[in-house]
């Protein structure tokens, strides 16, 4: 751990994974800045990405990022759930996920689950997007079936 904190503060001896993230991030940060209101459109970061972005980077001969600019991938995801949300998405976008999200909070019974939601969202990649979803709609589902027992049983 030290190592690696330690790699991360120089930046120039970075190993290959800790580079790769990092540029990845920094991508989606740069595709936030330029995109800010309404983002670059569903799945389109990979798109972006590989076009336009990349090749600001000194690849320093990774294969990961060397296939990124040769190949033009169409899966490339960053390693974080929320920066390649808001890159896709952009803050309106966000704004109703964020509103989503108060709503499910709010009516659900079982708010440890928006735990382990936030964690996934932070260690994210590339796992995380279909848990996420699926917590989403169980917690929707929860909500939805504890105003229909509200109503069955008469309380209003």
């Known amino acids: 751990v030290y190592s690696r904190t330690v790699a ?7 190993d290959p994974s800790s580079y790769i993230r990092i540029v990845k991030n920094k991508a989606a940060v740069q595709i936030i800045n330029d995109n800010p209101i309404f983002g670059v459109g569903p ?20 294969g990961e990022l060397e296939s990124a600019l040769v ?16 890159a896709e998405i952009g803050i309106i976008g966000l704004s109703w ?8 909070f709010k009516h659900s019974h079982r708010k440890f689950l928006f735990g382990l939601i936030l ?38």
């Open 43 to 62: 799945g389109q970061f990979s798109t972006y990405y590989t076009s336009k972005y990349i090749s600001n980077y000194d690849t320093r001969g990774f």
């Open 71 to 86: 190949t033009k991938d169409k899966t490339i995801d960053p390693y974080s759930f929320i920066l390649g949300l808001v």
């Open 8 to 14: 991360l503060i120089t930046f120039q001896t970075l």
């Open 97 to 104: 996920v964020l509103l989503g999200f108060y709503y499910l």
């Open 119 to 156: 964690i996934i969202l932070i260690w994210d990649y590339p796992y995380g997007k279909p848990y996420i979803f699926i917590l989403f709609g169980y917690i929707y589902q929860e909500c939805k079936s504890n105003t229909v027992k509200k109503y069955s049983l008469g309380e209003v």
